[in-house]
């Protein structure tokens, strides 16, 4: 699309007023805005795809620390795919697909150091990489170290990091991979094509239970996206020199309030006496993963060994509706909306 073919005004999505309980369309509002004009050292992307993640429900209820709340009467914001459209300072070409930050909007003025070329060449799939694979496949390869043998349970198994997740594993050498998630048709599909050779579902009974019949010797990792009881259980059933990896905490996100402190109670003896190691992980401390991960998710999306579960919806207009169903578990794998 060149400058001159622009349109005068664009469609972005601004959140009405902060969530204390579950997300609605009444929060959300499509307004349309003046085209923005990109300066010196910034360029003009138009969106293609946006991502809608869990933490947005949080950012959502204004207390998200620390991630910067969404602001009522502004636009939200969130990774996306896009394409230059005008690049004044000559760093980037019109025509160029970078990831950007601000998604929930048709364009975006973005800083030139804000935007990322993709390699296309890795990673062929515009789509895949919207992926939350780079987490999953951090936190299980440096945070907590998988090796031949291990045996893994990744709670929120069916998100857009778990359902990486029990594949990645796999691929890292477990010989047994447990996942968490919220009803039987979600872990019907995480045993039959997500690399889960077990499931416990939330609801079916304490979860200590459910994860002592599914990993009977105990585990000796941890993937946590969850938090709360799921995170209690792990501990009750880890193995000596475990390692804990700590990516989320749905069972604060996507609670009542949305809020982003998710306080449980761990049992230090135990802790000590199995020598059990926790480690947060996060991807922005590790900006070389993104072009690791890229590499490998390209190979095996190339070679047939992994799959990228996702749901598209299309059109700006549907990213509220994408979220809502998001916090209300109607989806496996990552969320994306297409403009």
């Known amino acids: 699309m060149s400058p001159t ?12 007023r902060h969530a204390e309980g579950e997300p609605t369309s009444r929060h959300f509002v499509v307004a349309e805005v003046p085209m923005p004009e990109p300066g010196p050292g910034q360029v003009l992307v138009r969106t293609r795809l946006m991502a809608v993640t869990a933490a947005m429900r949080m950012q959502m209820s204004g207390d998200s620390k620390p991630m910067p709340p969404f602001v009522p009467g502004r636009a939200l914001w969130g990774s996306a795919v896009g394409q230059v459209v005008a690049a004044p300072g000559g760093g980037f070409t019109p025509g160029e697909l970078v990831h950007h930050r601000y998604g929930w909007r048709e364009f975006a003025v973005v800083d030139e150091s804000q935007v990322r070329r993709l390699d296309l060449d890795a990673l062929p799939d515009p789509a895949a990489h919207l992926s939350q694979g780079a987490t999953a496949w951090g936190a299980l390869r440096r945070a907590a ?15 857009g990091v778990g359902s990486m997740a029990g594949q990645l594993a796999r691929r890292l050498g477990a010989a047994r991979v447990v996942g968490s998630t919220g009803s039987e048709r979600k872990a019907s599909r995480l045993r ?14 304490p979860i200590e239970r459910q994860l002592r019949r599914a990993a009977p010797d105990g585990i000796d990792v941890l993937l946590d996206t969850v938090g709360g009881e799921q995170l209690t259980a792990a501990l009750a059933v880890a193995r000596p020199d475990a390692r804990f990896a700590l990516v989320g905490a749905l069972s604060s996100q996507l609670g009542a309030t949305g809020g982003s402190t998710a306080p449980v109670e761990l049992d230090t003896g135990l802790i000590i006496t199995r020598r059990v190691a926790l480690r947060g992980f996060g991807l922005h401390a590790h900006p070389d993963l993104p072009q690791e991960w890229a590499k490998e998710f390209g190979q095996g999306l190339r070679d047939g060994s992994l799959v990228f579960p996702h749901a598209l919806l299309k059109g700006i207009e549907q990213a509220p509706r994408a979220l809502c169903e998001l916090t209300q578990g109607r989806h496996i794998g990552a969320v994306l909306v297409e403009l």
């Open 5 to 16: 073919a622009l349109p005068a005004a664009q469609r972005e999505i601004r959140l009405v």
């Open 145 to 159: 170290e998988v090796r031949p043998g291990d045996t893994v349970f990744v709670s929120g198994a069916a998100g």
């Open 192 to 205: 039959a094509e997500l690399g889960y050779d077990d499931t416990i579902v939330r609801g079916a009974g």
